[in-house]
């Protein structure tokens, strides 16, 4: 999602140009940086602005009691953040699509001044229906690369702020985009350029998913072709979520154990049956297949399931 900041024209660049990394801004800094009335600003989490070529997003760790509380943690020192969208209004979602550009602001209570974060990369999310919040997994590398100075520096975050991206946030920036990048690549060569189900060779469609999820894999897991699925949307999404999985020594689909008519009904208006399966198993995907059957299908959490520490295990691999 980077890019448009170097076009060294619009909110984007303008932002980059007066934000510092590391550097404290109250809800009126913001405003008046990004150029727009503070109320504006001050009543939601999430802001783009009509033909913006970026949007913000304001997160406080620790909400008040009748605030919504939606879920957001950072993981300081992996430089991950996860944080949940709105339930109602798809400001986030409708511009990570669009691939522009995410500026994070964090705070730990309300009251308090925002840090600047720098610019979000998502590396996992679940996009959800209108009325649940979606989820999201960012890395946040220019804030990473940030610390990695501050520490081989030995100074404090308020001593010397340093400027927005430097060598370094460049070539992180760049290695994140190449593995993507290699990542679908290899995963279109290994499924010969169709979805492994359903046969469509439309490559623009399809989408390149982990087997084993990226934030539970190991570096060379994460661009593994081996541990890719070229699948159709329909498919990718039930597969993310856990909803199907797939045999590892034959392909066939594996569906809800408990199938309730409601669940039959739509799988059935997407085409989604048992008679479904991959067109092959490529040799070294099965263990990740048999990772995704025990670990990812159709997982429910126990009664005394805190889904915080799952979070946070999880960012913390990130």
């Known amino acids: 999602?980077?890019?448009?900041?170097?076009?060294?024209?619009?909110?984007?660049?303008k932002l980059h140009k007066a934000l510092v990394i590391g550097k404290e801004y109250t809800t009126k800094d913001i405003a008046f940086i990004r150029g727009i009335d503070f109320n504006a600003l001050r009543q939601t989490g999430v802001f783009k602005g009509e033909g913006s070529d970026a949007f913000i997003i304001l997160v406080t760790l620790h909400k008040k009691a009748e605030a919504t509380q939606y879920m957001d943690i950072l993981n300081e020192e992996s430089a991950c953040l996860f944080w949940e969208g709105q339930t109602e209004r798809r400001i986030a979602e409708n511009a990570l699509r669009d691939g522009l550009d995410c500026h994070v602001f964090i705070r730990e209570f309300s009251g308090n001044p925002y840090t600047y974060y720098g610019r979000a990369v998502v590396i996992r999310s679940h996009i959800n229906s209108p009325g649940v919040p979606s989820q999201f997994f960012f890395d946040l590398p220019e804030y990473a690369a940030f610390r990695e100075r501050m520490?081989?520096?030995?100074?404090?975050?308020?001593?010397?702020?340093?400027?927005?991206?430097?060598?370094?946030?460049?070539?992180?920036?760049?290695?994140?985009?190449?593995?993507?990048?290699?990542?679908?690549?290899?995963?279109?060569?290994?499924?010969?350029?169709?979805?492994?189900?359903?046969?469509?060779?439309?490559?623009?469609?399809?989408?390149?998913?982990?087997?084993?999820?990226?934030?539970?894999?190991?570096?060379?897991?994460?661009?593994?072709?081996?541990?890719?699925?070229?699948?159709?949307?329909?498919?990718?999404?039930?597969?993310?979520?856990g909803v199907i999985s797939f045999n590892p020594d034959n392909g066939k689909i594996i569906l809800p154990e408990t199938l309730t008519y409601p669940l039959w009904k739509n799988l059935y208006r997407l085409g989604i049956d048992d008679e479904k399966h991959l067109e092959f198993v490529?040799?070294?995907?099965?263990?990740?297949?048999?990772?995704?059957?025990?670990?990812?299908?159709?997982?429910?959490?126990?009664?005394?399931?805190?889904?915080?520490n799952l979070v946070a295990e999880m960012l913390s691999v990130c």
């Open 1 to 13: 999602m980077y890019g448009m900041a170097e076009k060294q024209q619009g909110v984007s660049f």
């Open 151 to 241: 520490h081989a520096s030995d100074i404090s975050y308020n001593e010397e702020p340093i400027s927005f991206l430097g060598t370094t946030e460049k070539q992180r920036i760049q290695t994140i985009r190449t593995k993507q990048q290699d990542f679908r690549d290899g995963a279109i060569k290994l499924w010969h350029g169709k979805c492994a189900v359903t046969g469509v060779d439309d490559t623009s469609w399809l989408i390149a998913s982990h087997i084993k999820p990226w934030r539970e894999s190991s570096s060379q897991e994460r661009v593994d072709p081996k541990n890719s699925l070229l699948l159709s949307p329909n498919y990718d999404k039930l597969f993310d979520r």
């Open 282 to 308: 490529p040799d070294g995907t099965d263990k990740y297949l048999d990772y995704h059957r025990k670990r990812i299908y159709g997982y429910k959490p126990s009664p005394d399931f805190d889904v915080n």
